[in-house]
T-cell receptor, first 114, second 111 residues
Framework: GAVVSQHPSRVICKSGTSVKIECRSL??????MFWYRQFPKQSLMLMAT?????????EQGVEKDKFLINHASLTLSTLTVTSAHPEDSSFYIC??????????FGPGTRLTVL | DAKTTQPPSMDCAEGRAANLPCNHS???????VYWYRQIHSQGPQYIIH???NNETNEMASLIITEDRKSSTLILPHATLRDTAVYYC????????????FGAGTRLFVKA
């Protein structure tokens, strides 16, 4: 079946630095990708919708200047956490739709900000 | 906001059927019922979906009530590897619609 990959799988960074997370659709083109965040023992929270060739749409309460999303091609979306702080430590998950409207999720990226 | 209600947790004995209920009383006519599961520290995995008819695949069966206000996911022979959080989601089945997750049901399969 279709596969969505994320890189890196885990990252540890210092407070104040920026971290980029990549989401790739490996064998299909995705015009729309989604980014989620998940804190321990909580459900997935939708952060934003990433649209190829246009600006991302952010959910209410998500800071667009802090979580920069770029969807430069049909197979790649990136999420950059700018000036990361310990409260940004979380599990970040992306997902993408295939042309048959089936949604696949990436394996997630665990971010730890020291 | 999530449009579904699920019990927070359930237990099931290994080898027995696991029946996970979901209430979606405000479901619209064009919305499907989707089930995903998330094993610890992994991304969600698609299980099954349906509109109004019962569905079955190699992983599970989905039973949707006639009024479509509730459904049940059935894992016919649960194994220890089925221990996960199961999410019931309602969503229109057209491309690009975002998936909103509720709290899900944490299923514990015990030996």
């Amino acid at each position: 079946g279709a596969v969505v990959s994320q890189h890196p799988s885990r990252v540890i960074c210092k407070s104040g630095t920026s971290v980029k997370i990549e989401c790739r659709s490996l064998d299909f083109q995705a015009t729309t990708m989604f980014w989620y965040r998940q804190f321990p023992k909580q459900s997935l929270m939708l952060m934003a919708t990433s649209n190829e060739g246009s600006k991302a749409t952010y959910e209410q309460g998500v800071e667009k200047d802090k979580f920069l999303i770029n969807h430069a091609s049909l197979t790649l979306s990136t999420l950059t956490v700018t000036s990361a702080h310990p409260e940004d430590s979380s599990f970040y998950i992306c997902s993408a739709y295939t042309r048959t409207d089936t949604q696949y999720f990436g394996p997630g990226t665990r971010l730890t900000v020291l | 906001d999530a449009k579904t209600t699920q019990p927070p947790s359930m237990d099931c004995a290994e080898g027995r059927a696991a029946n996970l209920p979901c209430n979606h009383s405000t479901i619209s006519g064009n919305e499907y019922v989707y089930w995903y599961r998330q094993i610890h520290s992994q991304g969600p995995q698609y299980i099954i979906h349906g509109l109004k008819n019962n569905e079955t695949n190699e992983m599970a069966s989905l039973i949707i009530t006639e009024d479509r206000k509730s459904s049940t996911l059935i894992l016919p022979h649960a194994t220890l590897r089925d221990t996960a959080v199961y999410y019931c989601i309602v969503r229109a089945d057209t491309g690009g619609f975002k998936t909103i997750f509720g709290a899900g049901t944490r299923l514990f399969v015990k030996a």
